[in-house]
C-alpha cells in the first residue's frame, strides 16, 4: 500500500509534471503527498555557518512560500498534503527526509540532460534512484509533450506559514 508519496519539487516546469503524476496517484490511492524543496546552499556559504546570508534566506523564504502555495494547491483538490522546506545538500536530504516520514514512494522528475544512458538523468535524480532504499519514480522530459487540464491555484493570502 501506499500511503505516503514524496515528491521532490524545485520551482521547475518538470518538478510540476511529477507533481501532477503523484496527484493522479494519490487520488486513486488515497495517499498523502509530501511536497519537498531543498535549498542548496550556493558554493562557499557553509565556510562561515554562522554568518548570516541573504542569498540563502530570500531563497528560503521563496521556497516556503512556493511550498505553501502546493500545500494549499493539493488541499483544494481534497489531497492530503505535508510540505517540508530545508536547506542542505538536496539528494542527500530527499533519501534521509523519505525515510524520516517513511514514505513508500518517491516521484521526482528528470531535467533530460543528454540523448541518451544514464546521463538523461539529472545528478541528483540518479543519486535519489541509486541511493534511496524505496521505489522511485522518474517523470522524464517526454511527459511535458502531453496537455494536462489546469490545477487550480490558490491566493497567497491563503498560504500557510
Not at 502555495?69 to 493539493?74: E, F, G, S, W
Request: glycine letters at 8%; hydrophobic letters at 45%.
Amino acid at each position: 500500500m501506499i500511503n505516503r508519496i514524496l515528491v521532490p519539487l524545485d520551482g521547475s516546469r518538470m518538478s510540476e509534471r511529477a507533481l501532477d503524476v503523484a496527484i493522479e496517484l494519490a487520488g486513486g490511492l488515497n495517499s498523502t503527498i509530501v511536497a519537498l524543496r531543498v535549498v542548496e546552499p550556493a558554493i562557499g556559504s557553509a565556510d562561515l555557518p554562522n554568518a548570516p546570508d541573504p542569498l540563502l534566506a530570500a531563497q528560503k523564504s521563496e521556497a516556503e512560500t512556493y511550498v505553501a502555495q502546493v500545500c494549499d494547491r493539493l488541499t483544494v483538490l481534497g489531497i492530503d498534503a505535508d510540505c517540508h522546506v530545508f536547506v542542505g545538500d538536496v539528494a542527500r536530504h530527499i533519501i534521509r527526509f523519505a525515510e524520516f516520514v517513511q514514505c513508500d514512494l518517491v516521484v521526482m522528475s528528470s531535467h533530460g540532460l543528454g540523448d541518451g544512458g544514464w546521463h538523461v538523468l539529472g545528478s541528483v535524480a540518479q543519486k535519489v534512484l541509486h541511493t534511496a532504499r524505496l521505489p522511485v519514480m522518474i517523470v522524464g522530459p517526454g511527459t511535458l509533450e502531453t496537455p494536462r487540464e489546469e490545477v487550480p491555484q490558490v491566493e497567497m493570502a491563503n498560504a500557510r506559514p
